[in-house]
C-alpha cells in the first residue's frame, strides 16, 4: 500500500504486507529528517532519523529513504503488523538550529487489517 | 530512558480561568515546547524553550505564556481559557549536543474548556 501524504492522510493494509508511507517536506534547507508514530491516547515516539547526506537508513523493520531532488521521504515499514497501526508523522529541521525546533507534517494514519 | 511527565492527563475548565499546565522531564535537556495536537491539524507549535528562563514563540502563541524556571520544568499558561483552546497539549524535550534532535514527548493533557 502506499499514502501521499496530504491527499490520502489514511492507509489500510494487510497484516503482514509492507507498508509505504509517504512525506513531502517544505524547506530545501532542511537536511535532518525523523519519523514518529503516534499511538491512540499516547505521545508521537521516535521511530528513524536521517540525515541529508544519506539517502537510506534501515531499522528494525523501518526503513526511511530520502529524495533530496523531489524533497519527499518515505517510511517503508515491513511485515505489518496489528501493534504498528497508528498516525505517522514526518519532521524536518536544519541541523544546525538553536532550540532544535522541528517542522512536523500532518500525519497519515495507518490502519492493519487482520 | 528519557521520561517527559505532565501534571494531568485530563483536564476541564470553565472559560476565563487561569490554566497550569506542567512538564517536567528528566534528562538534563537543554530544550522543551509546549504544542497543541487537534484533528486535522497535526502538531503546532505553541512556544518552545532552549534554555532556563528563556522562551521562543512558536506559530500559535497568542492566548498563551510559559514560564521556564528550572532546567527540568516548563509550564504552560493559559491566561483566560476560551473554547477555542479546547484540545489536546503535548510537551517534548529535547538535547542541543548535536547528536540529533530527537524530541520526547509526555503522555498529553486533553484539556475541555466549557
Same mark, same amino acid.
Given at each position: 500500500?502506499?499514502?501521499?501524504?496530504?491527499?490520502?492522510?489514511?492507509?489500510?493494509?494487510?497484516?503482514?504486507?509492507?507498508?509505504?508511507?509517504?512525506? !513531502?517536506?517544505?524547506?530545501?534547507?532542511?537536511?535532518?529528517?525523523?519519523?514518529?508514530?503516534?499511538?491512540? #491516547?499516547?505521545?508521537? %515516539?521516535?521511530?528513524?532519523?536521517?540525515?541529508?547526506?544519506?539517502?537510506?537508513?534501515?531499522? %528494525?523493520?523501518?526503513?526511511?529513504?530520502?529524495?533530496?531532488?523531489?524533497?519527499?521521504?518515505?517510511? %517503508?515499514?515491513? !511485515?505489518? %503488523?496489528? #501493534?504498528?497501526?497508528?498516525?505517522?508523522?514526518?519532521?524536518?529541521?536544519?541541523?544546525?538550529?538553536?532550540?532544535?525546533?522541528?517542522?512536523?507534517?500532518? #500525519?497519515?494514519?495507518?490502519?492493519?487489517?487482520? | 530512558?528519557?521520561?517527559?511527565? $505532565?501534571?494531568?492527563?485530563?483536564?476541564?475548565?470553565?472559560?476565563?480561568?487561569?490554566?497550569?499546565?506542567?512538564?517536567?522531564?528528566?534528562?538534563?535537556? *537543554?530544550?522543551?515546547?509546549?504544542?497543541? $495536537?487537534?484533528?486535522?491539524?497535526?502538531?503546532?507549535?505553541?512556544?518552545?524553550?532552549?534554555?532556563?528562563?528563556?522562551?521562543?514563540?512558536?506559530?500559535?502563541?497568542?492566548? &498563551?505564556?510559559?514560564?521556564?524556571?528550572?532546567?527540568?520544568?516548563?509550564?504552560?499558561?493559559? *491566561?483566560?481559557?476560551?473554547?477555542?483552546?479546547?484540545?489536546? &497539549?503535548?510537551?517534548?524535550?529535547?538535547?542541543?549536543?548535536?547528536?540529533? &534532535?530527537?524530541? &520526547?514527548?509526555?503522555?498529553?493533557?486533553?484539556?475541555?474548556?466549557?
Amino acid at each position: 500500500g502506499e499514502s501521499v501524504g496530504l491527499h490520502l492522510p489514511t492507509l489500510s493494509v494487510q497484516e503482514g504486507d509492507n507498508s509505504i508511507i509517504n512525506c !513531502a517536506y517544505s524547506n530545501s534547507a532542511s537536511d535532518y529528517f525523523i519519523w514518529y508514530k503516534q499511538e491512540s #491516547g499516547k505521545g508521537p %515516539q521516535f521511530i528513524i532519523d536521517i540525515r541529508s547526506n544519506m539517502d537510506k537508513r534501515q531499522g %528494525q523493520r523501518v526503513t526511511v529513504l530520502l529524495n533530496k531532488t523531489v524533497k519527499h521521504l518515505s517510511l %517503508q515499514i515491513a !511485515a505489518t %503488523q496489528p #501493534g504498528d497501526s497508528a498516525v505517522y508523522f514526518c519532521a524536518e529541521t536544519r541541523f544546525y538550529n538553536q532550540g532544535g525546533k522541528l517542522i512536523f507534517g500532518q #500525519g497519515t494514519e495507518l490502519s492493519v487489517k487482520p | 530512558d528519557v521520561k517527559v511527565t $505532565q501534571s494531568s492527563r485530563y483536564l476541564v475548565k470553565r472559560t476565563g480561568e487561569k490554566v497550569f499546565l506542567e512538564c517536567v522531564q528528566d534528562m538534563d535537556h *537543554e530544550n522543551m515546547f509546549w504544542y497543541r $495536537q487537534d484533528p486535522g491539524l497535526g502538531l503546532r507549535l505553541i512556544y518552545f524553550s532552549y534554555d532556563v528562563k528563556m522562551k521562543e514563540k512558536g506559530d500559535i502563541p497568542e492566548g &498563551y505564556s510559559v514560564s521556564r524556571e528550572k532546567k527540568e520544568r516548563f509550564s504552560l499558561i493559559l *491566561e483566560s481559557a476560551s473554547t477555542n483552546q479546547t484540545s489536546m &497539549y503535548l510537551c517534548a524535550s529535547s538535547t542541543s549536543s548535536r547528536t540529533g &534532535y530527537e524530541q &520526547y514527548f509526555g503522555p498529553g493533557t486533553r484539556l475541555t474548556v466549557t
